[in-house]
C-alpha cells in the first residue's frame, strides 16, 4: 500500500468514527431529557393515586359507617 492509499484509508475510518461519537452523545442527550420527562410523569401520576386513595378511604369509611347503621 502506498502512503496516499493508507492516508486516505485513515480519513474514511475517521470520519466514521466522529459520526459515531456525535450520534453516541446526541442520543445519550435525548435519552437523559426522555427518562427526565418521564420521571416528572411518574411523580404526577403518583401524586394522583395518593389523591384517589385518600379519597377511596373515606369513601370506604363513609360506607362502613352506614353498613354500622343498619339502615336498610
Known sequence: MD???IFELVMGQGVF???????????????REREERL????????ERLEKISVTLEKIADDFQAVKN???P
Not at 468514527?17 to 435519552?31: D, G, P, R
Not at 420521571?39 to 403518583?46: L, T, Y
Open 3 to 5: 502512503a496516499n492509499a
Open 17 to 31: 468514527a466522529a459520526l459515531f461519537i456525535w450520534l453516541f452523545f446526541t442520543y445519550q442527550k435525548e435519552s
Open 39 to 46: 420521571m416528572k410523569i411518574v411523580d404526577s401520576q403518583g
Open 69 to 71: 347503621k343498619n339502615i
